[in-house]
């Protein structure tokens, strides 16, 4: 297939993958080619007489693979973006086939000699800190991926990666047919009550568009609670939706998940750890399993009293004295918003229309902040009609491209997310090109997107991790973007939302979308107090999801969990977050997170978007109170931290900027940690 477009570097502006010419056929082959193309490329690494250097090993490690990881970063994206059944069994075959394709390298034992003579001698090599981590950074993966062991346990070792990659794309195929089948289709527009018009308009929109004409379909949402709750005034349709979200899974992942976690467990202990979480937290910011558990500890106790205290407010509230199920604290938790702050989210929407949200909002800070500007290139496509694509400028200077893709559709996993199609790297003369993906109702044609609050929330975040690869400034392309260790991806992301609520920021974009109106400013002192509220709520739903990973993959090898809802039942209740009215924000059977991949996962990795929160809020202060102007304190920040990916340590980048150890007592005054209630 000589016109196969991933044969060759595109010819696009920045390397843009040329959609308009993918096709299915095309994945195939180009991943074999890829493939093959890199094993040779390794063995001439290994079988010439020339002594290892730095440049002949590890540089030509860094080159090799061109070709499949122009193909994979475009399959994974369309998998997780735009999917069909024939892209999910591609999914499902080649998982295991590149699960083999990652061991054949990383457990070449030619390879890992080579590397291994440079890390003894590294100190003599005179290289510059980036090449010299680089080193360090491959020995470390080599040896945590088995390199050290023999032969029987190597073997071992591939057969479970390979049926840990195919158990992971089973599990992700499960829980997207589950979130289809389980969205909750209603005949009678009565029965959406308290909706917004628009959002009514949407769920009619949507029945139309999953061949429900004149119904109306509510799409699930990734995560446990779905946004309707806090609207939906009729009571057995609440409970109707909540139970569907929280019965995903069920029976398709059930018995999975245990599997997942036991093989997971058995790897752990083949590479000399007694679970796999000490084995994950290794190789983190976090340093040790004592380092998670003592954080969880910490938060757990106060969360739960700020979430009963917030629990006796709903119940005082009119109607809130039946029985506080979990489909009402959503709804209840909007009426005290609406009676003691004067805050009804849902009149908000018409304030944040997508198209001002996204240019004089999301693009406005960026500028603000970086120097940064964007202009549309309608002459260049995604991989779907809704994707746009935006070139990105540094002052002047072409930077790279972003792409957004915000609508829900029938053939896109649920959640929100950012990838790196092209990764920046100074060796490869690659300039990066991101995608951001998010999950946003599709409004009836010509009508605008209204967001709401949590969703303008998620936008600021994912281009959080948007700027990290484009402000990448980074040799190596191991080192390009967001490849940062697991426990502190989330922190640049997180930081990135303090612009949403910049005062600067939000008058600029949060005006009406009819009449012009900005949103009043009383109003955002009312929704910061009114978003503290429900603090105990939000914390209590992340520790819990948090806990359930952790107890997960703190199983030993020979542990057996037993039945998967007794197990989290035992897992929540021992970890003192068992709150009846507040479902965890993911269950087992559907945390993608966890356990709908392999490699680049969060399993026991859940934990770092609160280790990462203690880096954010203490940046969030460093902002507002080290006496530069927002524009200096970015370039500081974009210097000192962004920009170094993941070439330098992130806590040593944090110290530099920020001037100190990272404090936890801003965390847990945003959080309401430090008081034992609402």
């Known amino acids: 297939m000589s016109e196969n477009p991933f044969f060759s570097r595109s010819t696009l502006p920045y390397e843009l993958p040329p959609f308009a010419e993918v096709r299915v056929a095309h994945y195939a082959p180009a991943l074999d080619r890829g493939m093959a193309e890199q094993l040779a490329e390794i063995a001439a690494i290994t079988g010439g007489d020339q002594p290892p250097g730095f440049?002949?090993?590890?540089?030509?490690?860094?080159?090799?693979?061109?070709?499949?990881?122009?193909?994979?970063?475009?399959?994974?994206?369309?998998v997780a973006a735009?999917?069909?059944?024939?892209?999910?069994?591609?999914?499902?075959?080649?998982?295991?086939?590149?699960?083999?394709?990652?061991?054949?390298?990383?457990?070449?034992?030619?390879?890992?000699a080579r590397i291994d003579a440079l890390y003894a001698g590294r100190d003599q090599l005179g290289l510059d800190p980036e090449s010299l981590r680089l080193l360090e950074r491959y020995h470390t993966d080599f040896v945590r991926s088995g390199a050290l062991l023999g032969p029987a346990e190597q073997e071992r070792l591939r057969a479970l990666n390979a049926e840990l990659a195919r158990l992971g794309a089973v599990f992700?195929?499960?829980?997207?047919?589950?979130?289809?089948?389980?969205?909750?289709?209603?005949?009678?527009?009565?029965?959406?009550?308290?909706?917004?018009?628009?959002?009514?308009?949407?769920a009619a929109a949507n029945g139309t568009a999953r061949g429900h004409d004149g119904r109306y379909v509510l799409s699930l949402k990734l995560f446990s609670n779905q946004s309707e709750l806090a609207w939906l005034d009729n009571r057995a349709v609440r409970e109707r939706l909540l139970t569907a979200s929280l019965g995903r899974g069920l029976e398709s992942n059930r018995r999975l998940v245990a599997r997942i976690a036991g093989l997971r467990a058995e790897r752990a202990a083949l590479l000399g750890h007694r679970s796999h979480a000490a084995h994950v937290v290794g190789g983190m910011t976090a340093g040790s399993t004592e380092a998670v558990e003592d954080l969880l500890a910490r938060l757990i106790p106060p969360a739960v009293a700020n979430a009963r205290a917030e629990a006796e407010a709903l119940r005082a509230e009119p109607g809130g004295g039946v029985r506080l199920e979990p489909w009402?604290?959503?709804?209840?938790?909007?009426?005290?918003?609406?009676?003691?702050?004067?805050?009804?989210?849902?009149?908000?929407?018409?304030?944040?229309?997508?198209?001002?949200v996204l240019a004089d909002g999301v693009f406005f800070a960026a500028g603000l902040v970086y120097g940064l500007r964007f202009g549309e290139r309608h002459d260049l496509v995604g991989y779907h009609p809704d994707v746009r694509v935006f070139e990105v400028f540094d002052a002047d200077r072409p930077l790279g491209l972003y792409l957004l893709d915000v609508h829900a559709r029938a053939g896109k996993r649920g959640g929100a997310w950012m990838a790196q199609l092209v990764d920046q790297c100074d060796l490869l003369g690659q300039r990066p090109v991101v995608v951001n993906n998010l999950n946003v109702a599709k409004p009836p044609t010509g009508e605008p997107t209204l967001l709401t609050f949590d969703e303008v929330r998620t936008l600021f975040h994912e281009f959080g991790h948007a700027l990290h690869g484009l402000l990448s400034e980074v040799r190596y392309p191991t080192f390009s973007g967001t490849k940062v260790p697991r426990d502190v991806v989330e922190y640049p992301s997180q930081v990135n939302e303090m612009w949403m609520v910049w005062p600067q920021v939000l008058a600029n974009y949060a005006r009406h979308h009819r009449t012009g109106e900005p949103l009043p400013v009383d109003r955002l002192d009312r929704l910061a107090a009114a978003g503290r509220f429900g603090e105990g709520f939000r914390t209590v739903e992340y520790l819990a999801a948090a806990v359930l990973d952790w107890k997960w993959h703190t199983l030993g090898a020979q542990d057996d969990p037993g039945d998967t809802e007794a197990f989290e039942a035992a897992a929540l209740e021992g970890a003192g977050i068992a709150v009846p009215e507040i479902p965890p924000r993911y269950r087992s059977t559907y945390f993608a997170h966890v356990f709908a991949h392999d490699v680049n996962e969060y399993s026991a990795g859940y934990y770092s978007y609160?280790?990462?929160?203690?880096?954010?809020?203490?940046?969030?202060?460093?902002?507002?109170?080290?006496?530069?102007?927002?524009?200096?304190?970015?370039?500081?920040?974009r210097r000192g931290l962004l920009a170094k990916g993941g070439g330098a340590d992130m806590m040593e980048s944090f110290r530099a900027v920020c001037g100190r150890e990272p404090r936890i007592e801003p965390l847990l005054a945003r959080r309401g940690l430090t008081r034992g209630g609402c």
């Open 82 to 112: 735009d999917t069909s059944p024939e892209l999910d069994a591609l999914n499902a075959e080649y998982s295991p086939k590149l699960a083999a394709h990652r061991d054949a390298i990383q457990l070449d034992s030619a390879l890992f």
């Open 55 to 78: 440049e002949n090993t590890v540089v030509a490690l860094e080159r090799s693979g061109a070709l499949l990881h122009r193909v994979e970063s475009v399959f994974h994206n369309q």
């Open 328 to 356: 009402d604290w959503a709804y209840y938790a909007e009426r005290v918003r609406k009676s003691r702050y004067g805050i009804d989210a849902a009149a908000l929407r018409p304030y944040f229309e997508l198209e001002r």
């Open 610 to 637: 609160i280790w990462s929160e203690v880096l954010d809020a203490d940046t969030v202060e460093w902002f507002r109170e080290n006496g530069r102007t927002v524009r200096e304190s970015g370039e500081l920040f």
């Open 172 to 202: 992700q195929q499960n829980l997207a047919a589950d979130t289809r089948a389980a969205a909750l289709v209603l005949d009678d527009p009565e029965e959406l009550a308290g909706l917004s018009p628009d959002a009514i308009a949407a």
